[in-house]
């Protein structure tokens, strides 16, 4: 009698638990798994990688850009990494670079170089959700990669081509965002990005990027070769094709002013 | 036709002269310019006035810190032989450190964030031939430093060589009643082309600020035009001056505020002249991926224009809206209107553009000019509205 009653008590002390406890402790575990990804990229102090950006559209049409990125790590946890990105080709565009200082939940601080004028312009960075240079990348999918732009709630594990991934919903916390939320397939081996859906501000899935041909640079740091993005909308995708990765390069903070913009080709 | 062989046969040999190392690019082009309305002045040319250019660019990096930059320009014009010019744009040796870099040679630099006009712009002359926005520029020759600190970054300008504005000769559109004459110049300096201008500039960003401070002391830019002994002719007289500007922005979500003015001596009284503005930008419109901007500025300019060398813009106010579409051909149109608050003469002005392929780049514009009888400088305009299609070559 006793026992029976004990054991309905502990079962319903146990459902109780689980219903008032179980939001918190998804979200617990989501951040978990974020911040674990995102630790695995600490250090890297500062890289180099050229770009090939293959735009094609639902027709099959392809037009072709080249552009070069440099990343500054910010170990400050309260700002992000600082980024600079210039174009090569099309040869019309040469020259251009945009300056890119990212905020956690601030608005980012941008600067555009336009070679035609040599001119450097502030620029506002409230356009996150705006098309970046034509592609299917909005300007947030380049610099919103930051654990504290979100919330991180887990939602399940399932197997993601050869590995087995946690996936994690997580929302915007930045202002301007044009999604409502994403769904981010993260391996539990190494504790990359695998896959990566989003969901317009109508909550319907706009788009998809997928992360192929992962390398680690340096023991430490992995970078996939290949990101893919689909726009399930409009059937049109944006290859980004990554090599000639550097690290530890010996960037620092007066590599990334607006005063050498002008000169950064 | 010559010109165009001529413009191969440059093409030709700079590609086959190209040095391996090198990073080899530019520009290659043909464009129409032209005028519906019959000239004012006699000997103008009238309709249709063609022409080639060519600017070809060499980067190289010798090492790690330095940098060699070449680009050289030419402009072949059918109607207008002052119009046919050539220049150094760049011809530079740069030395880079990690807070200090040395530049010795021919370059160019912008300074300022208005649309409507380059007020704090001052280092190099305007190649006023080319277009009449006053956004082509003539190599500067100098020997430039800049220090990068923590709180800003200075540079100092020594330049030893003026250069001359150019302006159409007489069978051109756009020019004044009277020719300029481009043989004789006078100065102020007794060192005339020789007189040594000094330049100084501190820029920086704090938050959502980015400030710019400049002084110049040297020859003005922007000459006086007084007639010559006959009044046959108009002669550019070169003031020596000095000024000190500031420019400022303040960026925030979607609104750009700015600021540029300045205080000059020099040319008769000292006096003041301000643009203050500000853009607006209403992004991914419609929920299309186009973004349109809006933009209002307001130009005061304080100058008597007897002493000083005449502007348009004493009182003059700008709305303009410039419209992209964002797309893989990186679409874009800009509409313009300035208008002189006093006379209500003004003016309205209209680029466009689109990429072609991957090499081509096709660039409309247009300019017309309304009221013009009631202002002095720009009644000389009033015959010439224009529309210029460009077709360029990007390799």
């Known amino acids: 009698m006793i026992s029976q009653l004990t054991g309905n008590t502990l079962l319903l002390l146990a459902a109780l638990a689980l ?58 946890q309260n700002s992000g990494d600082k980024s600079l990105i210039i174009f090569s080709s099309p040869r019309d565009i040469k020259g251009t670079a945009l300056l890119s200082f990212a905020k956690i939940l ?128 409009t059937q049109k995708n944006t290859d980004l094709l990554y090599s000639d990765y550097h690290f530890k390069t010996g960037l620092d903070d007066n590599d990334f002013v607006k005063g050498v913009l002008k000169r950064a080709r | 036709m010559r010109a165009k062989a001529f413009i191969g046969c440059l093409y030709l ?105 380059h007020l704090v712009n001052v280092i190099n002359q305007i190649d006023a031939v080319e277009n009449l926005d006053g ?57 005339e082309r020789w007189h040594t201008d000094v330049a100084l500039r501190y820029s920086h960003y704090v938050g959502d600020w980015d400030i710019g401070l400049s002084y110049f002391d040297g020859t003005s830019r922007a000459p006086r035009l007084v007639s010559n002994a006959d009044h046959s002719r108009l002669i550019a007289y070169y003031d020596q001056i000095k000024q000190l500007a500031v420019d400022l922005q303040y960026t925030h979500q979607a609104w750009l505020w700015k600021f540029e003015g300045l205080a000059r001596e020099g040319q008769g009284h000292r006096f003041l002249a301000s643009v203050i503005g500000l853009e607006y ?43 992209s579409l964002n797309d893989i051909q990186d679409s874009a149109a800009l509409v313009g209107l300035l208008r002189d608050l006093e006379d209500q003469s003004s003016s309205l002005r209209l680029e466009a553009e689109r990429r072609i392929g991957s090499h081509l780049k096709l660039e409309l514009e247009a300019q017309l000019f309304m009221n013009s009888n009631a202002n002095p400088t720009s009644m000389a305009f009033q015959q010439d509205d224009f529309i210029v299609l460009r077709l360029s070559h990007h390799y």
């Open chain 1, 19 to 76: 219903s008032s406890t179980s939001a918190e402790e998804l979200e617990g575990k989501g951040y978990q798994i974020a911040e674990r990804s995102d630790r695995s990229d600490h250090g890297f102090s500062d890289s180099t990688a050229t770009i090939n950006m293959v735009l094609r559209n639902a027709a099959g049409a392809e037009s072709k850009r080249e552009l070069e990125i440099r990343t500054l790590e910010v170990i400050d």
């Open chain 2, 135 to 191: 956004e082509d520029y003539l190599g500067q020759l100098m020997l430039n430093i800049t220090l990068q600190k923590a709180y800003g970054r200075f540079s100092f300008y020594l330049m030893p060589l003026f250069r001359e504005r150019t302006f159409n000769g007489a069978e051109g559109r756009l020019r004044p009643a009277l020719v300029v004459d481009n043989n004789t110049t006078r100065y102020q300096s007794r060192a």
């Open chain 1, 106 to 233: 601030d608005a980012d601080d941008q600067w555009l170089y336009l070679p035609a004028l040599k001119r450097v312009k502030r620029i506002s960075s409230s356009n996150k959700s705006g098309p970046f240079v034509g592609s299917e990348f909005a300007f947030e999918d380049f610099t919103a990669n930051e654990l504290n732009k979100y919330t991180h709630k887990w939602l399940r594990t399932e197997p993601c081509a050869e590995f087995v991934c946690d996936v994690i919903e997580r929302h915007p916390l930045y202002e301007n965002s044009g999604y409502t939320r994403q769904i981010a397939w993260i391996d539990q081996s190494v504790y990359q990005m695998r896959k990566l859906e989003f969901y317009d501000r109508k909550n319907a899935l706009l788009k998809t990027l997928e992360f192929k041909d992962y390398q680690k640079f340096q023991d430490s740091y992995w970078r996939a070769q290949r990101l893919l993005m689909h726009n399930h909308q």
């Open chain 2, 281 to 323: 930008s209403w992004f991914q419109l419609f929920d299309s991926h186009a973004d349109l901007g809006f933009l209002i500025e307001h130009l005061y300019d304080g100058r008597d224009q007897k002493e000083a060398p005449s502007s348009f813009q004493d009182n003059d106010l700008f709305l303009g809206l410039r419209y």
């Open chain 2, 13 to 117: 040999s700079l590609l086959l002269s190209l040095p391996t190392q090198a990073d080899f690019s530019g520009e290659l082009g043909v464009e129409a310019r032209w005028f519906p309305k019959d000239a004012q002045y006699a000997g103008q040319l009238n309709a249709l006035q063609t022409s080639v250019f060519a600017e070809p660019e060499w980067n190289i990096s010798p090492t790690e810190n330095t940098r060699l930059s070449f680009i050289p320009f030419l402009r072949l014009d059918a109607r207008d032989k002052d119009r046919t010019h050539a220049d150094i744009r760049e011809a530079y040796w740069l030395y880079i450190e990690d807070d200090w870099e040395l530049l010795a040679g021919v370059n160019r630099e912008f300074w300022g964030v208005v649309e409507s006009r």
